[in-house]
């Protein structure tokens, strides 16, 4: 069985954490490893990261996001709590990541490799003589026991809609993943039809015959809206110009040119093809991992720089009525929360915009506008308000905790 190196402490706090949900603002994290979801279940047994965020408007969707080769969803746990933070139940899926598909296919002229190879990961079904998974731990089923899991053990959260029997509701499902891992959401959007596709540097080439995989141009099940992508210019594992004609294949440039995300903010032009140009963290040649590894994502304080384009990714600009008001379901991310002083907030609509406090008896509190994407809560007395966000007709409410 494969184990990952870990330290004491880090074994120690691992222990903690399956005993004890950490509660972070709101959110309510579980670490499962396959083998407790499903006995049946092999190697990787590394732990699936699990987040919901009761205090937010819940979305009733699943995010799920797959890591790219060898990794493992404690690489990628920032885009999963910032799903959760708004509105959607967030799953890091272990699943087995380490043989590259593109490297199994790096020297055919079989344009089916990477399909074969990647359908068997998918549902265990034997396609391809270099891949090695059985139904016992494909993806699929994987999925189908943590979610069976989930809804026994954590019965308050609701995962009970995101499955019947032994049949998954992809309808309800944003299939999501890094490199290898949005391989497998796009494969998996080709033959279901999922709520939405969202990749991160991601794609799978033929080399001799300089063009994508087959799968890739197939006529799926997820209509071409549904398809975002992002992806770093200088990616040392992607090549830009081969990714744009991936994503041509998805059809993703009938929906606008690609956008630099770092010269825009969201909508981002309503394109569905992003990309970066910003130096990663900690590393800075790691342009493969920097538009979602948390250890090569750049920060700006406690909040990745690139959280408004995954919402936007995740949500696009959907809207639902309620009354006369418009509520985004949007990019809106108010941190820290609770807070003792300074509240920021990324992905405002505009940086003029009002904004209003209530306590939590709808008692009005403060009226202002913000300055520099900042308020100042020192004032406040400690307890639960909600602080809206509106411009015109666009209004967002949230829930705060003062400290």
């Known amino acids: 069985m494969k184990k990952a190196v870990r330290t004491v402490d880090k074994i120690k706090y691992f222990m903690v954490i399956l005993t004890f949900p950490t509660l972070l603002f709101g959110q309510a994290e579980h670490l499962v490893q396959p083998n407790t979801a499903d006995p049946l279940s092999g190697a990787p047994n590394n732990f699936h990261f699990i987040y919901t965020n009761q205090n937010v408007t819940q979305k009733n969707k699943l995010f799920l996001f797959f890591p790219g080769t060898g990794a493992v969803p404690f690489n990628y746990r920032e885009i999963l709590k910032h799903a959760a933070n708004i509105g959607y139940h967030s799953i890091g899926l272990t699943y087995p990541n380490s043989n590259a598909i593109n490297q199994i296919c790096l020297t055919t002229t079989d344009t089916t490799c990477h399909s074969r190879a990647r359908l068997e990961v998918f549902d265990g079904t034997d396609r391809h003589s270099d891949v090695n998974v059985d139904v016992n731990n494909c993806i699929e089923r994987r999925t189908l026991k943590l979610l069976m899991y989930l809804n026994t053990n954590y019965p308050t959260e609701n995962w009970g809609q995101f499955f019947s029997g032994n049949q998954i509701f992809w309808g309800k499902v944003i299939v999501s993943g890094h490199s290898q891992g949005g391989g497998f959401a796009g494969i998996i959007s080709k033959i279901k039809q999922v709520e939405r596709v969202a990749m991160f540097a991601a794609m799978d080439w033929i080399s001799l015959l300089n063009r994508p995989a087959d799968w890739i141009t197939w006529n799926g099940q997820t209509p071409d809206h549904k398809y975002y992508g992002f992806t770093h210019q200088n990616d040392e594992a992607v090549d830009f110009n081969k990714i744009q004609t991936t994503w041509a294949n998805y059809g993703m440039n009938s929906f606008g040119n690609i956008?630099?995300?770092?010269?825009?903010?969201?909508?981002?032009?309503?394109?569905?093809?992003?990309?970066?140009?910003?130096?990663?963290?900690?590393?800075?040649?790691?342009?493969?991992?920097?538009?979602?590894?948390?250890?090569?994502?750049?920060?700006?304080?406690?909040?990745?720089?690139?959280?408004?384009?995954?919402?936007?990714?995740?949500?696009?600009?959907?809207?639902?009525?309620?009354?006369?008001?418009?509520?985004?379901?949007?990019?809106?991310?108010?941190?820290?929360?609770?807070?003792?002083?300074?509240?920021?907030?990324?992905?405002?609509?505009?940086?003029?915009?009002?904004?209003?406090?209530?306590?939590?008896?709808?008692?009005?509190?403060?009226?202002?506008?913000?300055?520099?994407?900042?308020?100042?809560?020192?004032?406040?007395?400690k307890g639960i308000y909600m602080i809206q966000f509106h411009q015109g007709n666009i209004l967002r409410t949230l829930k705060l905790l003062k400290e």
């Open 259 to 381: 956008v630099l995300v770092d010269a825009s903010s969201a909508p981002y032009n309503n394109s569905h093809q992003l990309y970066t140009l910003l130096t990663p963290a900690n590393d800075p040649d790691k342009f493969h991992n920097a538009v979602v590894v948390d250890a090569h994502t750049p920060f700006t304080g406690n909040l990745p720089v690139y959280a408004p384009v995954w919402a936007y990714m995740i949500e696009d600009n959907e809207t639902s009525n309620t009354g006369n008001e418009i509520i985004l379901g949007t990019n809106i991310l108010i941190y820290p929360n609770p807070s003792a002083s300074f509240l920021y907030i990324v992905g405002i609509v505009c940086p003029n915009s009002d904004f209003k406090i209530f306590s939590s008896q709808g008692q009005l509190i403060e009226t202002g506008k913000l300055n520099d994407s900042k308020i100042d809560l020192s004032h406040l007395v």
